[in-house]
């Protein structure tokens, strides 16, 4: 009896040190979450303080008169003439008309320079859509250029410290603004174009269609692929060195760095197949390696966590092997198998280094229309233009990466709902 | 019933307080040399189910089964019994091949059923286990339907031609197994939200829609409860009129109340077989002895 009590007595005296030893761990868990988070918040209240504004855009609204001697069209019928005509006259002498007093080639050549040198573009648009505005004026929202919109954006007021800003273009956009005809929108260009020289033309369209064109071809090679791997590893191969020595060879190779997939993808799928440079199906092909060994991994985890009891189950009653994986450890280990592809493919669509080289770090104006056009990917174009001066081009790098964050978020969060929904407990 | 109290009363020793002779004697040696050449009793019977004859496993290079020598007759209840890890479940597993999915187990001998070699090429072990099905010590249904966890085996053997009679097969399986009017209202809810020894049920219902002949049981009542375990115990009595059953349990009041013949496994050696009234009231080897009266296992 003496005995129990002098144990229940140690117990009692070594608690306090276990419950200190207990208290402290979770202080430690919970000092690293908040670093953590720490970080990420700092991460995002950055790229998005830099980059909300690119969300936005500025522009002039002006009276357009679609003057057919100006613009030089004799056939309203002749696309050809559309193409071709000169809509930059026809700008410049609507904005003449609005600041009349404006004389001398560099104040006119300043004035010209408050709306952005593709405009042209936009009425060349609306000329083909609807014919009949020949001869017409009509007022026509044209984007203002970078500087001018960067100026309106953060240094109204503050001129002094923007010197690409002159002087009289601040009066000008200061007359506009009372008459109504400065417009802060949405900008829409930025997800509907391709890359450009200026920055106020350039969008991210074409690097995301890159990136869901590359992701396409590697979801489609890889998963297949990377589940019949597994399931073959798990279910089927006999255990000896040959499967051990696979299975060494696939962890190492999800620690391969991803340059070297680059210059493999560079030396077999483009020297030697001749597959197509800077296309998302080379991407793709890449990235399929790339992603190969974690999928496989994580497939293979979740083939391994289908209890035996359920093997032994459908084997007892007479399944056959392929009727067991078909029938029972696939749907059981989907879920798990899912995850794993999804945060493959996320860290596909934010890979660069491979895909640096393979030649997807081309200029792309043209959205690509299939997965053997020349194309770049998101975080591509994020490098691209983190390199250029303009501190519109600066902007639209934090929005690019908001944008590419966003896409990594939804991919992360359907992964979680995946694995939630399609989890069956026993 | 006789049987049952005479083995009551023969197995009581071991869980009461046993006088202390036996205590004295318990000390004896049971090493491998008190191990007969061939099982003691009546291991052979006229015109078997089953026949199993040298049989030896190994687990690598390690031996679990040597030489086993047993008949299963056609409709019996047979019981094996013995110590922890001496091999009933290993042996059992040989009847159906489930040892084929362990790796490097290795089976030798000869088994037949119905005279026909269980290893011959011609014999596919997926028939092979749709003739001789399991139950497992933890209930393993499936994570599904009630009715799918019964339905499955039909459905991948072809048994049913049509839903209605899946349906069928879905009902008589379950009544068999007693779990019909438990779960008629709730057949599309999960298999594994029932009770344990409702899940047991299930899974003999499962086991016995593909109609075996034979049917394997490894300690079914291992995880349940006495009222549960009650239950299942008739319902082998009842099964045994169309089914040859073999099971192994741990419980000698079990194997007693159950079964036709009682084998006593020791060491990976086939050491006694008889009738499980004799076993019990009247064991003829030294080690049988000593284990149904509780000085080991
Ligand atoms: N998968 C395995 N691999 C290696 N050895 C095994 C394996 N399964 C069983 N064994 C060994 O074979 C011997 C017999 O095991 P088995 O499971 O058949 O015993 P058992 O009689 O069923 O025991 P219990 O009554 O505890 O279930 C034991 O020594 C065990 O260690
Ligand atoms: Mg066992």
């Not at chain 1, 800003?165 to 009372?178: D, F, G, S």
């Not at chain 2, 009793?41 to 089953?50: E, F, I, N, Y």
Request: charged content about 20%; aromatic content about 8%; proline content about 5%.
């Amino acid at each position: 009896m003496s005995e129990v009590k002098s144990t229940i007595e140690k117990v009692n005296a070594g608690l306090g040190k276990r419950y200190r030893s207990e208290k402290m761990f979770q202080w430690f868990g919970i000092i690293s979450i908040c670093f953590g988070l720490l970080c990420v918040l700092a991460l995002f209240f950055d790229i998005i303080g830099k980059g909300h504004s690119a969300f936005k855009h500025h522009s002039i609204e002006i009276p357009i008169m679609f003057d057919a001697d100006k613009l030089g069209i004799t056939d309203i019928n002749d696309t050809k003439q559309i193409y071709s005509a000169n809509y930059d006259g026809v700008i410049k002498a609507s904005l003449r008309e609005l600041f009349p007093n404006v004389s001398g080639r560099t104040e006119k050549r300043k004035l010209y320079k408050l709306v952005s040198n593709g405009s042209y573009l936009t009425l060349q648009k609306m000329l083909l859509e609807d014919p009949s505005l020949l001869n017409q004026t009509t007022e026509v929202q044209l984007i203002t250029d970078d500087d001018i919109d960067t100026y309106l954006k953060h240094f109204v007021g503050k001129e002094s410290e923007f010197e690409r800003i002159h002087a009289e273009q601040v009066e000008w956009l200061a007359t506009l603004r009372e008459e109504g005809r400065l417009i802060s929108h949405f900008n829409t260009v930025f997800f509907q174009a391709g890359d450009s020289r200026e920055p106020e033309q350039a969008g991210i369209f074409a690097a995301l269609m890159g990136s869901f064109y590359t992701l396409i071809v590697t979801l489609c090679l890889s998963f297949p692929i990377a589940v019949a791997a597994a399931v073959y590893l798990e279910e089927f191969a006999p255990k000896n060195k040959w499967t051990d020595l696979i299975e060494v060879n696939i962890n190492n190779l999800a620690a391969v760095p991803s340059i070297i997939f680059g210059l493999l993808g560079l030396a077999i799928f483009i020297s030697f197949f001749g597959v197509p440079r800077s296309t998302p199906l080379v991407g793709g092909f890449v990235l399929t390696l790339m992603t190969l060994p974690t999928i496989i991994i994580s497939s293979r985890a979740a083939i391994k966590s289908v209890p035996p009891s359920i093997r032994e189950a459908a084997l007892g009653i007479g399944a056959s092997r392929m009727q067991m994986v078909t029938h029972h450890v696939l749907p059981l280990s989907l879920p798990g198998m899912l995850t794993g592809t999804i945060i493959g493919m996320a860290q596909a669509l934010g890979e660069t280094a491979p895909l640096l080289m393979i030649g997807m770090i081309a200029f792309i104006v043209d959205i690509p229309g299939s997965v053997t056009d020349p194309a770049t990917v998101l975080p591509v174009q994020i490098f691209l233009w983190s390199d250029s001066p303009e501190r519109a081009f600066t902007e639209k790098t934090s929005a690019a990466i908001m944008v590419l964050l966003a896409f990594l978020i939804a991919m992360n969060a359907f992964a979680i709902y995946m694995r939630k929904r399609l989890e069956k407990r026993w | 019933m006789s049987l049952t109290d005479t083995a009551d009363a023969s197995t009581g020793l071991a869980f009461g307080d046993e006088p202390s002779t036996v205590q004295e004697n318990s000390s004896m040696d049971v090493s491998t040399s008190d191990i007969p050449e061939t099982a003691v009793g009546q291991p052979l019977v006229s015109d078997p189910k089953m026949t199993m004859r040298n049989v030896d496993v190994f687990y690598g290079e390690k031996q679990a089964i040597f030489k086993v020598n047993l008949d299963i007759a056609r409709n019996e209840v047979i019981a094996m019994i013995g110590p922890s890890g001496c091999g009933k479940s290993t042996f059992l597993r040989c009847l159906n091949r489930m040892n084929d999915t362990i790796v490097d187990c290795r089976v030798g001998g000869q088994i037949e059923l119905d005279e026909n070699s269980i290893f011959d090429a011609k014999l596919d072990v997926v028939s092979l286990r749709a003739r001789v099905g399991m139950v497992f010590q933890k209930p393993n249904p499936f994570p599904k339907s009630i009715y799918e966890n019964v339905a499955y085996g039909p459905k991948i053997h072809g048994l049913a031609s049509g839903r209605t009679e899946l349906d069928e097969i879905v009902e008589t399986s379950l009544q068999k197994a007693g779990l019909w009017d438990e779960v008629k209202d709730r057949l599309q809810e999960p298999g594994t939200g029932l009770s344990g020894g409702q899940q047991q049920r299930l899974c003999i219902a499962r086991a016995i829609a593909v109609s075996p002949e034979v049917i394997l049981m490894d300690e079914p009542c291992s995880a349940l409860d006495p009222i549960a375990t009650a239950k299942i115990e008739e319902l082998i009595a009842e099964l045994s009129e169309n089914f040859t059953i073999a099971i192994v349990t741990h419980s000698m009041q079990q194997a007693a109340r159950v079964s036709d013949r009682t084998a006593y496994f020791h060491l990976g050696y086939l050491v006694e077989v008889n009738d499980t009234e004799t076993v019990f009231t009247n064991p003829s080897h030294r080690l049988t002895e000593a284990y149904i009266t509780g000085r080991f296992g």
